[in-house]
């Protein structure tokens, strides 16, 4: 006869069939036996959060540094409804998740029991798929099931809702199925690709347009993007998600596009003839005004989820494809018919690079620095310029800083960069960092953030702490939520409603009250010595960056506006009131 | 024009609206109806009617038929959103107005009234496969098929014939000739 196994044993065989080395998670009633059966399993570290958002937004850096599905465990009622933001999170940002949540028993689902939710019901629209766990036999395969959804085809958060009777029962235990054929497969072909090559050949203003679906494609679809742009000598721009998945410092690379984009990026997807998107979904931050997005283009677009395709934007050449297949395909195709795009196409492009260096001397990224005061950005760069050297992850919040950490840290890898795009979380990048850092545990490891939005995860400092994370959070401290500030201001008429904290805590004592190292920096002399302090402590970090309250986050494509509308620095806006160009451009 | 204040941009112009037939054949499983009618609600997609019910005991299926409105751009979404839910075999996608596609929605009536009233009812449903269920010296169940228009003008027609109940189901589709749908 066969082993029987408990619920709970069968969960940890699975995680241990599945590679699993980390869960993060948080104890509760209806998850006990499942904590019980952990002390069995040594190949398992569980790290404890303080709070379940905290659990599943470190389990998203994690997964996303890592490349490896982020698992998280936690209890039935407040603990599921706790891990809904980080899971429609994932969702937005298709990072493979893996929740495992104990749910009632199963004879009191649907009586009002303590601690009970419908949390199948709840994370439904969240997630790419859920399963309550009705069945002890059906365990072992949805769990394993559970890690196949979250990890194939677009990757995003799955969670299994597991009675506590289901954790104390017995069965077999079945290992996990051969790879079945699973949906959203490569469904391009050759003709595809030599379509593709064709709109290459014939574009004379050309612009790749890449995202996040190249960083999860795993890190051999960078290089192979790499290779492709440098074969044909294309401009190329990434979202927001996308930073990393080419070298932030290359000539060819045109910074990163949308509302906070640069304004030779945004120009060039307005104006060009052939644009290539790979693995981007044509966000409402990227497109600007739908009806004048990119009116002169030939699209391409390519992409695993078929359901990106011809949702915003009508594209003229779909491409249903895992990015790295198709852009091995088309690198080969490229060099087997022997074109070789850069040279002969460099004839043809040379007006359109011509035109792109004009748009490059705007610098739309400047700012007028100051002597007296931390400017944002300023402190970014500086960042940027002492942690270049070493194999740095940036974790952010969601704000203006989060846009200048965009906009000024130069990313040369992908994984490096773990951002709340999608869903938007401010909250995110703490424990983000957590998870990134257990992932790494011997790189540095940033969390570039504002004091508002850092106030939502501040507990899990405490996370930080108690694993010797030696996690740096580095916040650029306005007092205000910046970026609402910054829309009353253009939008609203200076009315700055509730966007001001008056109450701050002293983020210095802060951290010592956690049991970590407080800095401060309130002058731009001592940034750089107080910024080498930060990396040079081996312990986890609270930098209190005091920056100019009033900065605000340019350029910009106000809202309802074209690429080509673009709202320049304060710079530019200067030199444009003594002309009076500028006003076009307002 | 009004300077907009929002960080979001302002619609664009619709396409015009369409009606078809959406088939989808999944899973019999639990909650696996909540997954299809969440994903319209949840994307604002419209539903207006739905049909369901097993059709493979041996293999679980269920078939899912669902009458809904959008423009083609919105049509297409729908049907590549029921594509990725797991428990989602395959999707069908018919016009309303496509000939090689049937469509018939089911309804009964209940009648109340003397003989000659019922009588009349009856016949008034002549046109649509009429079935006497249920008789008595006051009252008539009539079962009647036909298209949603032709029930929606028979349930009108029939208020003065003494119809006090009206049941009906959503469409079921299914292609015309040797074909089958994949």
Not at chain 1, 327 to 344: F, G, V
Request: glycine share 8%; hydrophobic share 35%.
């Amino acid at each position: 006869m066969p082993k029987l196994y408990t619920g709970a044993e069968i969960v940890f065989k699975c995680l241990e069939d599945q590679k699993v080395e980390h869960i993060f998670g948080y104890p509760g009633g209806a998850v006990l036996p499942i904590y019980d059966e952990l002390k069995n399993h040594s190949s398992i570290k569980h790290i404890l959060v303080r709070h379940e958002q905290g659990a599943g937004h470190a389990a998203e850096g994690y997964a996303r540094s890592s490349g490896k599905p982020g698992v998280v465990l936690v209890t039935s009622g407040p603990g599921a409804t706790n891990v809904v933001t980080a899971l429609t999170d994932a969702y937005m940002d298709s990072v493979p998740l893996v929740c495992i949540s104990g749910q009632v028993p199963t004879h009191l689902i649907g009586t009002d029991a303590f601690q009970e939710c419908d949390t199948t019901g709840i994370t439904r629209p969240c997630t790419k798929h859920n399963w309550l766990v009705k069945n002890i036999n059906d365990l072992p395969r949805i769990i394993h099931e559970a890690f196949e959804v979250a990890t194939t085809g677009r990757p995003g958060p799955v969670l299994v809702d597991i009675p506590k009777d289901i954790q104390f029962a017995k069965a077999k235990y079945t290992n996990p199925k051969k790879k079945k054929e699973t949906k959203n497969k490569n469904r391009f072909n050759q003709k595809d690709i030599d379509n593709l090559i064709e709109l290459m050949n014939k574009a004379s203003k050309p612009i790749f347009y890449t995202g996040g679906g190249v960083v999860n494609s795993g890190p051999k679809a960078s290089e192979l993007l790499r290779e492709l742009v440098s074969l044909t000598g294309f401009p190329i721009t990434t979202t927001l998600q996308g930073l990393g998945s080419y070298p932030g410092d290359d000539n060819q690379f045109l910074g990163m596009l949308g509302m906070h984009g640069t304004y030779e990026a945004n120009n060039a997807m307005h104006d060009c003839d052939l644009l290539i998107n790979i693995g981007a979904r044509f966000d409402d931050r990227i497109t600007g005004k739908i009806d004048e997005f990119s009116p002169k283009s030939k699209k391409v677009h390519i992409d695993i989820d078929p359901s990106s395709i011809n949702k915003i934007i009508k594209v003229d050449l779909p491409i249903v494809g895992d990015v790295s297949d198709v852009i091995r395909s088309t690198i080969k195709t490229l060099k087997k018919k022997n074109l070789n795009l850069e040279k002969s196409n460099k004839q043809k492009t040379s007006k359109w690079w011509q035109q792109i260096q004009k748009w490059r001397t705007k610098d739309s990224l400047n700012f007028i620095n100051s002597e007296k005061i931390i400017k944002p950005q300023h402190a970014v760069q500086r960042l940027y310029e002492l942690t270049k050297d070493q194999d740095t992850f940036i974790t952010t919040e969601v704000g203006q800083h989060q846009m200048w950490a965009a906009q000024h840290y130069k990313f040369n890898k992908p994984n490096r960069w773990m951002t709340s795009g999608g869903l938007g979380t401010m909250g995110y990048g703490l424990p983000a960092a957590v998870g990134v850092q257990v992932a790494h545990p011997k790189k540095l490891v940033v969390d570039i953030a504002g004091e508002a939005s850092i106030l939502m995860t501040m507990q899990e400092i405490s996370t930080a702490v108690q694993y010797n994370l030696p996690i740096k959070i580095f916040i650029l401290n306005n007092q205000y939520m910046g970026m609402v500030r910054q829309w009353q201001e253009l939008l609203h008429e200076k009315n700055y409603s509730e966007s001001y904290s008056e109450a701050l805590p002293d983020f210095v004592k802060l951290a010592e009250a956690y049991g970590c190292v407080g800095i401060r920096a309130e002058n731009p002399d001592e940034l750089d010595e107080k910024i080498q302090e930060m990396i040079n402590i081996d312990r986890p970090v609270i930098f209190d960056c005091h920056v100019d309250q009033a900065e605000n986050c340019f350029p910009m494509i106000p809202s309802g506006k074209p690429h080509n509308q673009m709202l320049l620095g304060p710079k530019d806006q200067e030199e444009n009131k003594i002309t009076g160009k500028g006003k076009a451009l307002v | 024009m009004v300077k907009s204040k929002s960080a979001y941009s302002t619609p664009s112009k619709l396409s015009k609206l369409e009606t078809h037939i959406i088939v989808v054949w999944v899973d019999n499983e639990a909650s696996v109806l909540s997954r299809v009618v969440g994903l319209f609600s949840g994307r604002g997609y419209n539903i207006e009617s739905l049909a369901v019910a097993e059709v493979d005991q041996k293999n679980n299926l269920s078939r899912i038929t669902i009458v809904t409105t959008g423009t083609p751009e919105v049509i297409e979404q729908i049907v590549l959103q029921l594509k990725k839910l797991v428990p989602v075999h395959k999707v069908g996608n018919f016009k309303r107005d496509d000939k090689n596609v049937i469509f018939k929605e089911m309804a009964l009536f209940k009648i109340v009234g003397n003989k000659d009233k019922i009588k009349k009812a009856i016949n008034a449903c002549k046109k649509f496969n009429p079935v006497i269920l249920d008789q008595s010296k006051k009252s008539a169940v009539i079962q009647i098929t036909g298209l949603r228009k032709e029930i929606d003008k028979m349930s009108k027609n029939l208020k003065t014939h003494g119809l006090i109940s009206v049941s009906r189901t959503g469409a079921v589709a299914m292609t015309r000739g040797a074909e089958i749908f994949n």
